[in-house]
């Protein structure tokens, strides 16, 4: 039970230092509002219509084809160091893995996400 108390006592302060700095950032920091200062401001060009445009969905499948590669070597490094170790389990948990892969690069080859050209 002891050996968890430095973990213990860094949670603490890690969930007391958000509320804490906000509090004391509500007392010191200035309260003059001005309507110049609460305007949007982007690259030193006036806003005149609304940010809220529309995006391609080229972009979200490029994120997603970007999670599916990042999560294939966060699981595939620790899976290669262990893999003495687990098993038939690890190598049928590894093609079911896989095929998952496989089906998303799949996924995101149909939609063109691969391609360069915008």
């Keep these: 039970m002891m050996a ?20 004391i950032g509500a007392f010191l920091r200035p309260k003059r509002f001005d309507y110049v200062k609460l305007q949007p401001y982007e690259c030193g060009i006036d806003v005149r219509e609304s940010p809220r445009g529309n ?4 972009f979200y499948i490029v994120a997603v084809v970007f999670l599916v590669f990042d999560v294939e070597t966060i699981f595939l490094f620790p899976w290669a160091v262990a ?4 098993g038939l389990f690890g190598v049928v948990e590894v093609f079911v893995f896989l095929a998952l892969l ?10 063109g996400a691969l391609r360069w050209e915008a």
Aim: aromatic share 18%.
């Design 55 to 58: 995006f391609s969905v080229h």
């Design 102 to 111: 496989i089906a998303a690069y799949l996924y995101a080859w149909i939609k």
């Design 4 to 23: 968890y108390l430095p973990i213990g006592i860094f949670l603490a302060i890690a969930l007391l230092i958000v509320p804490l700095t906000m509090v």
């Design 83 to 86: 893999f003495d170790k687990l």
